[in-house]
């Protein structure tokens, strides 16, 4: 069955520091999406992305991060200057559309130092 | 956005035994999803379930969008079983985004 995929597993970075999460979604999907989980905490939304652009951001998406699609199979989020709260668990997940489930990669454990 | 509750917030169970987890959410939902996130974090889908019931093995769900509540039954629990389990459902209204729910942590002891 095909999967979503996230590198690296696990990241540590010193604050301030760029970071970039790599997710590459399930191939003929069309909808990509970021999410996070605080430690403890439930899962929340951060950014949706179809046709090339932001669908729909969160509150907690702010200048700090953006996404791209560099070429026909990877997606990525950037944090441009990482704090201590960026620390969280990062879930990459892919949908064939809009409304259909929607596919979880591993995730992509971020730790700022 | 849309609220997403769950209940109970911690289950214990004797390995064998049977649970029910439920589900309230605040609108009218065109995606809901039940998810386990194990002890290494994955988060291992289980059901699509925006209406209806289903099963897959163990586990089945059921899921009355006019009542605005999904219940997901585990039968038989094993230890493997043990870890969180998150609900979690969209707008009806955008392009997909989940709210998830708190979710509930279910220790199954041997």
């Known amino acids: 069955e095909p999967e979503v995929t996230q590198t690296p597993s696990h990241q540590v970075t010193q604050m301030g520091q760029e970071v970039i999460l790599r997710c590459v979604p399930i191939?003929?999907?069309?909808?990509f999406y970021w999410y996070r989980q605080i430690l403890g905490q439930k899962v929340e939304f951060l950014v949706s992305?179809?046709?090339?652009?932001?669908?729909?951001k969160s509150e907690i998406f702010d200048d700090q991060f953006s996404v791209e699609r560099p070429d026909g199979s990877n997606f990525t989020l950037k944090i441009r200057s990482t704090k201590l709260e960026d620390s969280a668990m990062y879930f990459c997940?892919?949908?064939?559309?809009?409304?259909?489930?929607?596919?979880f990669g591993d995730g992509t454990r971020l730790s700022i130092l | 956005g849309i609220q997403v509750e769950q209940s109970p917030p911690d289950l214990i169970l004797q390995e064998g035994a049977n649970s029910t987890l439920r589900c309230n959410f605040s609108d009218s939902v065109n995606n809901l999803q039940w998810f386990h996130q194990n002890p290494w974090g994955q988060l291992i889908n289980l059901f699509y379930i925006p209406s209806g019931t289903k099963q897959n093995g163990r586990l089945s769900a059921t899921t009355v969008a006019t009542e605005r509540y999904s219940l997901l039954y585990i039968s038989s629990s094993q230890t493997t079983d043990s870890g969180v389990y998150f609900c979690a459902a969209d707008r009806g209204s955008t392009l997909g985004r989940l709210y998830f729910g708190r979710g509930t942590q279910l220790t199954v002891w041997p």
């Open positions: 191939s003929n999907h069309l909808y």
């Open positions: 992305f179809y046709n090339n652009e932001i669908s729909e």
């Open positions: 997940a892919s949908s064939a559309q809009g409304i259909q489930p929607q596919h």
